[in-house]
């Protein structure tokens, strides 16, 4: 099991409002928690006895999560100066996001573009769909803040908007 494929489940429950989901494979055993009183999502993820190649499997995959929490810690600080004048529009879901409908079309909206509520922003690809994602807010783009084509998390902060 993939790590998207792990994140894609947790996403699942979180919107399901079970509280808690086990999951048991050959290699893994996978727990999900969520706290109904808080909203947060807790994970236990227990290795069960594999092959010495299976268990070096999953080391490259936390590795190459670990950069990107570190390449998301210092954007949040740059952000938080930014969002005390404008309005974020974040990442409803994981997934690849598209600032065109296809490649041979316009962009979505660019900088200095204004937009309304339900205006569409960008498309963002989970498990071969593509999901038109709406601004909740009016107002003007200021910055885009995801390059094209590039991959998302849940809450990650994608445009910000000038509402005055």
């Known amino acids: 099991m993939e790590l998207k494929d792990i994140q894609n489940l947790i996403k699942f429950v979180a919107k399901s409002g079970a509280n808690e989901v086990k999951l048991e494979m050959e290699d893994v055993k996978i727990t999900i928690k969520t706290g109904a009183a808080d909203g947060k999502t807790e994970t236990t993820i227990l290795h069960q006895a594999a092959p010495m190649p299976m268990a070096a499997a999953p080391t490259p995959v936390a590795s190459t999560q670990a950069p990107a929490a570190a390449e998301a810690t210092p954007a949040a600080p740059a952000s938080n100066d930014e969002n005390s004048k404008y309005v974020t ?76």
Do not use: H, W
Not at 100 to 106: A, N
Not at 121 to 126: D, T
Not at 128 to 143: P, Q
């Open 89 to 164: 529009i974040t990442s409803p879901m994981i997934g690849t996001f598209y600032r065109k409908p296809s490649p041979d079309k316009p962009l979505f909206v660019e900088v200095g573009d204004n937009v309304q509520p339900d205006s569409i922003v960008c498309v963002i690809e989970a498990m071969k769909l593509f999901n038109e994602i709406e601004s909740e807010v009016s107002g003007k783009i200021v910055k885009v803040l995801v390059e094209d084509s590039t991959p998302v998390e849940f809450g990650q902060p994608l445009f910000l908007v000038d509402p005055s």
